[in-house]
């Protein structure tokens, strides 16, 4: 017998092999991709018969590999299994939309993988049976003419075993391996059959429920795979006994649970459904020796003539889940049509981000830091704005959340990094000072994890010809922290380079300050949170004294930014405070306003 051939795509070696070596103890053949287009590559030369493909990954994630797979009719018919972190319902259903035959949740199941992927080969090969026995029917036809009546009998015969056949495989493609419940496809079929039945007559009420078990990856990981398990199959029969006949209750993997309600009155008794299921997990799972308390959140959309595909009703319903989950364990939210507008608002900025570089979208202005004891400039911050080219300038807040999320906070940081030392190049050519001034430039926490990172910095000083003691990174208590042992010998080759170190947003991150004395540090600067709250009086400074006394005695340099008022100035300066910045003195400058403003002095 042929071994089934699987390609594994994932930009995570780790995860790599983990999937290669499970697969490969399990008799499959097995082959790696590193890359969407490594990807592509190897299905043109040789095309598996599965492939499990990691969605998020550099240059070309898994949503668009699998639209170029299923756009050639060559490759189209092999099944994707979507392998992500992405818990969104949103994402979920792209990954749907695109193609994928299926969608396993990272952490991922070794035993729930290797469930799925017999599932889908099983699929496949009984198409493909099912192809080939099509054929030879036909061909048997065309052979026995003469005995018509012969054949005719035994393709009856054949035909019976045919619809057995097809019965055993639609159950099998119809129902989860490990609770006997209903899987995602028979839910769907099931959900599109209700939504049929409320377009035909509006009063055919139904709901979506989407339930979700709260810390059960901590029993997972606490009592192993095989108590995991029992607790789902716990879990479903004390869920089909708590809902009513009419309801279908499928699993769609891991610990995501869904209800399909077609028969309910009105929303109270929905609502009492829904409270009759809570109620179902407030006693104890017991699973052999084990004594399990476990809760669930519950995501509820309702159906309605506005909705068209199932699986938007089931996206809704996992939106509402996750803001149950939010709010609390042992829950329940009622989607909210504002969540989907959110959502998509979301996603089209991320898109709209990922055009952002390539189309040279952001900008750089520069916020003057100010010598508080004479007002004279001495440095600058760089701050990144997004010109975008239909909503005008968009906030930080808004657009660095979403960067960090899917990564390109570190393309974005490295162009910063270049922008603001090729400018302050600039101004150093200019002569407009006669002093050298200092360009702080912020460094995420995705920025400072990447091994390369000093070496992409001497790339940067190199070819703007920047002298490295000018530059100052910015960088927060808790990309440090994250990762102290890496961080040291960062931190220190960046000082063996003579480039300054700054904390950023001190006092908001780690209460421990023992990492000062570990790290080469040059500057606090004192978060704007602190500053905002100096008034009047000497007793609502707050931390400020402390921190500014933390660095006098380290031997650092302290900048407080924010500063909006002169009293706050005042007790800087009465604190010897050595430098601050805000819009007392300078909001965030376009260079060539920079530029105008040495010029004016």
Not at 282 to 291: D, G, R, V
Not at 307 to 319: F, G, T
């Amino acid at each position: 017998m042929t071994k089934a051939d699987i390609l594994v795509v994932d930009d995570t070696p780790v995860n790599l092999r983990l999937l290669s070596s499970m697969l490969t103890k399990e008799g499959y053949e097995v082959r790696q991709a590193l890359s969407g287009k490594m990807a592509l590559t190897a299905v043109r030369v040789v095309p598996p018969d599965l492939i499990l493909l990691d969605i998020m990954m550099p240059e070309m994630d898994g949503y668009v590999v699998c639209e170029a797979l299923k756009a050639n009719p060559d490759t189209a018919s092999i099944p994707v299994i979507f392998l992500s972190a992405l818990s969104e319902g949103l994402d979920k259903a792209k990954a749907f939309i695109v193609g994928g035959a299926d969608y396993i949740m990272k952490p991922f199941q070794l035993e729930e993988v290797l469930s799925r992927v017999q599932n889908q080969l099983a699929l496949r090969a009984a198409a493909i049976s099912n192809e080939q026995f099509s054929a030879q029917l036909e061909e048997r036809v065309k052979e026995r003419t003469h005995q018509l009546e012969l054949a005719n009998r035994e393709l009856q015969r054949e035909m019976i075993e045919r619809k057995v056949l097809q019965a055993q495989l639609l159950e099998m493609a119809h129902h989860d391996a490990l609770t006997g419940l209903p899987n995602r496809a028979l839910f769907i079929e099931r959900t599109k059959q209700a939504l049929a039945a409320n377009k035909a007559e509006a009063t055919a009420c139904f709901a979506v429920l989407f339930l979700d078990c709260d810390r059960f990856k901590v029993v997972n990981d606490s009592l192993g795979h095989f108590i995991g398990d029992q607790l789902l199959i716990a879990i479903a029969h004390r869920l089909e006994a708590a809902l009513p006949l009419y309801a279908t209750l499928a699993r769609l993997g891991g610990d995501e649970f869904t209800v399909l309600l077609t028969e309910f009155a009105h929303l109270d008794s929905l609502i009492q459904t829904v409270h009759q299921i809570l109620d179902a997990f407030t006693k104890p799972f017991q699973l052999k020796s084990h004594e399990v308390f476990i809760t669930a959140s519950i995501g509820i959309a309702i159906g309605n003539a506005d909705y068209s595909q199932p699986e938007h009703i089931l996206r809704d319903a996992d939106m509402a889940m996750y803001r149950a989950k939010a709010s609390g364990n042992t829950s329940y939210q009622i989607f909210d049509p504002t969540l989907h507008h959110l959502a998509l608002q979301r996603l089209q900025l991320e898109i709209d981000l990922r055009k952002a570089l390539q189309q040279q979208e952001f900008i750089v202005h520069y916020q003057p830091i100010v010598a508080i004891a004479t007002g004279n400039i001495v440095g600058f911050e760089a701050l990144v704005r997004w010109l975008h080219p239909q909503q005008g300038l968009i906030s930080p807040a808004t657009f660095i959340p979403i960067a960090e999320e899917t990564g390109l906070i570190s393309q974005i940081g490295h162009w910063v990094l270049h922008q603001a030392c090729q400018q302050l190049q600039q101004w150093q050519d200019e002569k407009l000072t006669t002093f050298p001034l200092t360009m702080s430039v912020n460094v995420s926490a995705h920025q400072f994890a990447q091994a390369d990172l000093v070496e992409q910095i001497d790339h940067i000083l190199a070819a703007t010809q920047l002298t490295p003691q000018q530059l100052k990174l910015e960088i927060t208590e808790s990309a440090i922290m994250e990762n102290a042992q890496a961080a040291g010998s960062i931190l220190q080759a960046l000082r063996k380079q003579q480039i300054q170190l700054s904390i950023d947003d001190f006092g908001t991150g780690y209460s421990s300050l023992s990492y000062l004395h570990s790290f080469p540090v040059d500057t606090l600067k004192i978060d704007r949170s602190f500053i905002k709250q100096m008034g009047e009086h000497s007793d609502s400074l707050g931390l400020v004294p402390l921190i500014i006394n933390i660095a006098q005695k380290m031997g650092m340099t302290v900048v407080a930014e924010g500063i909006e008022t002169q009293t706050q100035l005042d007790h800087l300066k009465a604190l010897n405070c050595d430098f601050g910045q805000g819009f007392l003195f300078f909001k965030p400058l376009e260079p060539d306003k920079v530029s105008a403003l040495f010029s004016s002095k």
